[in-house]
């Protein structure tokens, strides 16, 4: 069982940052495309930010300029800096890893919530 640890999640007013981190195993960190899912009670998990190796990144339109995803290969850790964040920003961010054979692990979560 692959084993994704999500830390960082909290309450933060809006304007403010947070950094979430997410430690995977060594065998799945060095070959897996790493990734940030959200889903806000009611809605689809959506993408917030991917990095591969070597390190290039993918961020949709809602969070660019804002978040930047980041990871360190020596603590097979990766982060999410979230900045400016938003009252829309609140949800409950997931950790993925996706392996080449198109398998995808997730963490349990972590809760985001952004106060106006």
């Known amino acids: 069982q692959v084993q994704l640890v999500e830390s960082g999640g909290g309450l933060v007013q809006a304007g403010g940052s947070l950094r979430l981190s997410c430690a995977a195993p060594?065998?799945?960190?060095?070959?897996?495309?790493m990734g940030w899912y959200r889903q806000a009670p009611g809605e689809q998990r959506e993408v917030v930010a991917r990095?591969?190796?070597?390190?290039?990144?993918f961020y949709p339109a809602s969070v660019k300029g804002r978040f930047t995803i980041s990871r360190d290969n020596a603590k097979n850790t990766i982060y999410l800096q979230m900045s400016s964040l938003k009252p829309e920003d609140t949800a409950v961010y997931y950790c993925?890893?996706?392996?080449?054979?198109?398998?995808?692990?997730w963490g349990k979560g972590t809760l985001v919530t952004v106060s106006s």
């Open positions: 060594g065998n799945i960190f060095g070959v897996a495309i």
């Open positions: 993925n890893a996706r392996l080449p054979s198109a398998s995808d692990y």
């Open positions: 990095i591969t190796t070597p390190d290039n990144t």
